[in-house]
């Protein structure tokens, strides 16, 4: 089973509303909580489009690995201000279950009806364990694609709108299958 | 970065399959430190939820919790204990405890490791002081070392650097099937030959924020943790850690070590269904029951350890995703949850599972499901409500997360004949 690439995006939370843009409606009308959430949701939803894979999946076909870096904090920070300054009655029961890293995975399955396993890995360097851990996957034959990627924050002194995140992600295939769906294979090389 | 190509060289597909086998295991949990505590316990059907002590628990709608309060800190001989989250020290105690089990410890400086852990929230004790302490004193005054170990990923490194481990290590954040998922990474691991030895498991602490926040979404029983009982309100919650040594036989067999059991499948998928309520039909935990069946090549299963929360809508689920993958024989398959007994561990829940369903394979003996008075015809299942000697082969232990994660794992009696 050899994987290859067959999907890239990368995008800046400063390039969010262009990005809004080149969606499908049925992402253009989704409510996000946060915005780290619109920009996983968005820029996977753009790399799928690009790369031919019909949405909502529907099937347990596609995976889904996401590394998350210290950018997850800033929502954990809201939830928690909220308990300190109004007590209990602040712990919020929306914005709880997206304290926990694996939330925008999730939103991501949910968003685009991916069944597949989801596996979320909070660590600094966010793609190089994921896309390792992709690569494994399609090897071992447990799926035949996978997205794999992360989100990073790019610079904590930035605001939403200068680019605080950075959103990258890859759509990695089964070479095989990648030839019967006629893809295109990207010829990409990193260090 | 680390790969190279994206011409992926290596061609897992015609590596030989390993088998991996578990020679060691550290547990720390409600019931005690160690495996002989807690097995005693956990045959005897004890509860050791008991009212919170380490905050004040009395204004939520539950007040009980399976608090490991038996455990303060590990000793340290590279690290300053004082810097470290309780979430490292639970880490770092019961993966030596697993190491000495395996009698390893003194090979580990000079073997390449895979560490593979799963939490959901890390050093969430500390990252609770840092922030009390912004809120009174601002974001400029409050001081930055009480972060030290406030993220998901910051307890592996601080145990490779106190075991000084020799490796690579992998942090898995997915809710509640964080542990299973890293016991099923690090199986692969070994089994495709990428590490002989693998330490995993999975740890949480009891913390107020966490708390508070299931509290929010009523998922706090206010009286007895009752899964699979018609009149069950909500879950309990705990605090531990559950760590496994996984190793390839052959190695095992050559360093002469005491087989515990054997690792047999794994599987995972996605609900894509709701932040926290599971998919109702239990159509995707069965696909991860189901992908753990077909990689164990589809071996009778003789007792199921069940993710049981005890809330409504997660039993409801797991009953309709385990009747959908059994069919009939689900009635007749044993089917408990521990975590009546020592609360819902969260990201170590999975990995203590696999542990108490590995001993239960070992001493032959079904767990009860405490607490359980009244059938459900909605959770029409085996359930076992005493302790007995079964003949127990294989297990099927099931975690299912917030955000619809799933994943199961099969856990078999080691036999030379595969």
Known sequence: MRPVITGIIKISSADIEYAMTRVKDMVRQMRFVNSLVQLTVVSIGIMLDEAKINIPVGNNDISLFLGVDDSVEDIKDEYFNGILKEGILGASPLLFPYTTPNSLAAQVTIAFDIRGESITVPIKNTHRNVMEYAVECIDGKHTSMAIAGGIRLQDKNLTIKDGRYMAEFFLLEEAGNAEKRGSKIYNYSWE | ?418
């Open chain 2, 1 to 418: 970065m680390g790969l190279k190509n994206c011409g992926f060289g290596r061609q897992r597909a015609n590596v030989l399959i390993r088998r991996v086998v578990v020679t060691g295991i550290g547990i720390i949990t409600a019931h005690g430190i160690g495996r002989k505590e807690n097995w005693a316990k956990i045959k005897s059907g004890v509860s050791s939820i008991k009212r919170i002590t380490s905050f004040d628990s009395s204004k939520y709608r539950g007040k009980t919790g399976g608090e490991a309060s038996q455990f303060s800190t590990t000793i340290l001989n590279k690290l300053k204990g004082k810097r470290l989250d309780r979430a490292s020290h639970l880490l770092i105690h019961t993966t030596r405890e697993a190491l000495a089990d395996a009698n390893i410890i003194d090979a580990v400086k000079d073997i390449p490791i895979l560490l593979s852990v799963g939490t959901t929230l890390g050093g969430m004790l500390s990252g609770e002081i840092f922030h009390k302490k912004v809120i009174k004193r601002g974001l400029n005054r409050a001081k930055v070392s009480q972060v030290f170990d406030y993220l998901a990923h910051y307890q592996a490194i601080h145990l490779f650097k106190e075991l000084e481990l020799k490796g690579d290590f992998l942090v898995f954040s997915n809710a509640c099937a964080s542990g299973t998922d890293a016991i099923g990474h690090a199986f692969n691991s070994i089994r495709y030959g990428d590490y002989d030895v693998a330490i995993c498991g999975g740890y949480d602490t009891m913390n107020e924020f966490s708390f508070a926040g299931f509290n929010s979404l009523m998922a706090i029983t206010p009286s007895l943790c009752k899964p699979f009982d018609k009149n069950r309100e909500g879950l309990v919650l705990g605090e531990g850690a559950g760590i496994l040594i996984l190793e390839e036989l052959e190695h095992a067999i050559r360093r002469n070590a005491h087989i515990l059991g054997e690792i047999a499948g794994y599987g995972a998928s996605s609900d894509a269904c709701h932040m926290t309520s599971p998919e109702p039909s239990g159509k995707c935990a069965a696909i991860a029951i189901q992908k753990a069946l077909k990689d164990a090549g589809y071996p009778e299963i003789d007792y199921i350890n069940a993710h049981g929360t005890g809330t409504k809508y997660n039993d409801i689920m797991e009953t309709n995703a385990i009747m959908m993958v059994f069919g009939n024989k689900a009635k007749e398959i044993p089917v408990s949850s521990i975590k009546p007994m020592i609360g819902h561990l969260l990201g170590g829940a999975g990995a203590v599972e696999a542990i108490v369903s590995l001993l239960s394979i070992l001493y032959k003996t079904l767990i009860p499901n405490i607490n359980y008075k009244t059938p459900d015809p909605e959770c029409a299942l085996n359930i076992a409500t005493e302790a007995m000697g079964y003949n127990i082969k294989t297990i099927l232990s099931n975690s299912f997360g917030f955000g619809g994660s799933n994943a199961s794992i099969i856990i078999k009696d080691f036999l030379w004949k595969n």
